[in-house]
């Protein structure tokens, strides 16, 4: 065989068992799913937008596609060449990616062109630490379709920083944008000024001490207090770390005020046992412990209700609230009739704490209805009938906003 018949041979055996994936080539025979999506499916004429072709192979693990899978589309609509999407006109059209052999589509809308105007920008940052992330605020107001734009923050005329702003259609959107401070000197956005920054040096902050209460519950946040002495004379925004057990926990920026200053992070940490804190801040650190203990844990019992209701009339239902974890806590109550709300209380409760509370549902309907209380822990449930009125004034619940109530037969479920 020749140089070129083994050079045709193999780009038909590539062609036959082999395709293209953005990072390597895989066996056709491996591709079991290809999923497609537009980062914005709904886009202004004369727009651009990125997309994503996901391929599951028959192993599990996934790879993309998305710069040379095959398109279909009505091109003059919508098309895409190396995973940017180009939306040509307004219309809509239907978008499909293959890959050997498999194939998903999604639904592309192209809208009137974007009429994207500068709004306003904000800048409220006085002095930072060198290397601390500062930002700015920049608000664009569209009054045509869905596009974006290129918002450009300079300090002294020097790009520092550029973010991409999609605005959807007759809309209004907010955007930051972050950079890292390292010059002196006026920021502007999209040539705006909106304030002067000045570098502080590291040395000018430092980190005294750290204030933690003694416990918290697990997953709940708290509060963890720091004292600096700041030499400026206005505050600086800076950057500190905070390492809980030895693992990074959180980084945090703060703006110090003059002088000496108390700033307060929040934090809240997942395991149980005591948790050593470490503040790092530039040379300085400091440290602290917590315990950290069980969360309130609020368990339902004792479902009382009468074993009789009246249509019409007014009834109670009680059940007692035990907190079993091992943190104080409030939590709410809610009644629900037929999975809807009727009332709340709420209740505050040391850990091992008990309180009964009293609910007074209304019915104004007859036949069996579903009864439930619940906390964020707990659940118990009955099943009540509502009976017509008598004449002999016998008393039951009463009417008001379509509920109902309460027992013929009960049966208590918990939910945890």
Do not use: C
């Not at 999506?37 to 996934?62: A, C, F, K, R, Y």
């Not at 703006?255 to 929040?266: F, L, R, V």
């Not at 650190?285 to 249509?311: H, K, Q, Y």
């Not at 709420?346 to 091992?352: I, M, R």
């Amino acid at each position: 065989m020749t140089g070129v018949d083994a050079k045709t041979n193999m780009n038909l055996d590539f062609d036959n068992f082999w395709t293209a994936t953005d990072e390597y080539p895989i066996l056709q025979w491996q591709v079991q799913d290809v999923d497609l999506s537009v980062s914005q499916p709904s886009i202004g004429e004369g727009e651009t937008t990125s997309v994503t072709v996901e391929l599951t192979l028959n192993d599990g693990s996934t790879v993309t596609a998305s710069e040379v899978a095959d398109y279909d589309s009505e091109t003059a609509v919508a098309s895409v060449s190396d995973g940017t999407l180009a939306a040509n006109s307004v219309g809509q059209t239907e978008l499909t990616a293959t890959v050997a052999g498999e194939s998903d589509t999604v639904t592309v809308e192209v809208l009137e062109p974007p009429n994207i105007e500068f709004s306003d920008a904000e800048f409220d940052t006085e002095a930072a630490v060198e290397g601390t992330t500062v930002d700015a605020t920049v608000t664009y107001e569209n009054t045509g379709g869905p596009g974006s734009e290129t918002a450009t923050v300079t300090v002294d005329g020097e790009t520092v920083a550029t973010e991409t702003v999609h605005v959807d259609a007759d809309s209004e959107t907010t955007e930051s944008v972050q950079w890292t401070a390292q010059r002196n000197g006026t920021v502007a956005v999209d040539g705006e000024p909106v304030g002067d920054l000045s570098i502080v040096a590291p040395e000018a902050i430092t980190l005294e001490s750290i204030s933690l209460p003694d416990e918290a519950a697990q997953d709940s946040e708290y509060d963890i207090e720091l004292e600096f002495n700041n030499t400026a004379s206005h505050p600086v925004v800076d950057t500190v770390e905070l390492r809980v057990n030895g693992a990074v926990g959180t980084t945090k920026t703060v703006e110090i005020g003059a002088g000496e200053s108390t700033e307060t992070i929040t934090y809240a940490h997942d395991e149980q046992g005591t948790a050593t804190h470490v503040v790092d801040h530039h040379s300085d650190d400091a440290t602290g412990t917590v315990a950290i203990i069980a969360p309130a844990e609020f368990t339902l019992d004792e479902l009382d209700a009468p074993e009789t209701v009246t249509n019409g009339e007014n009834g109670s239902v009680s059940v007692t609230v035990t907190n079993t974890g091992g943190a104080p806590d409030t939590q709410d109550l809610d009644l629900l009739v037929d999975g809807e709300l009727v009332d709340t209380q709420s209740v505050t409760l040391d850990s091992g704490g008990s309180e009964t509370l009293e609910f007074t549902p209304a019915v104004d309907q007859q036949g069996e209805v579903t009864v439930t209380i619940a906390s964020a822990d707990d659940e118990l449930e009955t099943v009540v009938e509502s009976t017509a009125a008598s004449d002999d004034g016998s008393p039951g619940f009463g009417g008001a906003v379509a509920l109902a109530a309460i027992v013929l037969a009960v049966a208590v479920m918990r939910r945890h």
